[in-house]
């Protein structure tokens, strides 16, 4: 279940959705008696003005709901048109996605004639805007590629990854045998760190 509020990570002069605000609330969800274990998440949406957004403010609030421990989605992220759109889109979204807490950018647009009227990815004759640039190079930047890794003089490798299901090869320096493996990342963190340790 997740709380889902606006104006909390793109307005500092907000009071009532507020991230300390915020805090307070999830924290009076978390006290109602027969809630334990409740699976909890915090969705902040994101509709940014035309002007350039806060960045220090947007990273201070993320910091704030952070605290919790709880996973966080930026659920409907768009910016007003206004001429630099689709830069504010970029700096926005690349703030969300390198924050440890984030796990999940949602973006609130879509072309234009299906009514998107803030940020649209395609004109009328679906062909990309500005925006639509952004969010496609931000997806092949961010794209898990293949990935080799050198182990240490002593087995070792390690390597970041995202949820997911891997394919593994390891060889072996020397006698240049393969083993396959099968890698299944679902720690209920975003990236997770992999050691591997091969031996003989």
Do not use: C
């Not at 909890?40 to 952070?66: C, E, K, T």
């Amino acid at each position: 279940m997740f709380l889902n509020e606006y104006n909390t990570i793109e307005y500092s002069k907000e009071i009532l959705a507020s991230p300390v605000n915020y805090v307070k609330k999830i924290k009076e969800i978390l006290s109602y008696p027969g809630i334990k274990g409740i699976l909890l998440g915090i969705g902040v949406q994101g509709h940014f003005s035309s002007g350039p957004p806060n960045l220090v403010y947007m990273r201070s609030a993320l910091d704030i709901l952070g605290s919790t421990g709880l996973p966080i989605w930026l659920t409907e992220v768009d910016v007003q048109k206004g001429p630099n759109q689709a830069q504010y889109l970029e700096s926005i979204l690349r703030e969300g996605y390198s924050h440890p807490a984030v796990q999940g950018i949602i973006i609130f647009a879509g072309p234009e004639v299906a009514g998107f009227s803030a940020t649209t990815l395609t004109d009328k004759d679906f062909k990309n805007t500005p925006s639509g640039n952004v969010v496609d190079k931000l997806i092949a930047e961010w794209k898990t590629r293949t990935l080799k890794v050198i182990a240490d003089g002593k087995g070792f490798a390690e390597a970041s990854l995202f949820k997911g299901d891997y394919n593994l090869i390891v060889e072996h320096p020397v006698t240049n045998l393969l083993t396959r493996l099968r890698l299944k990342v679902k720690e209920d963190k975003f990236q997770e760190t992999i050691v591997l340790r091969v031996t003989d």
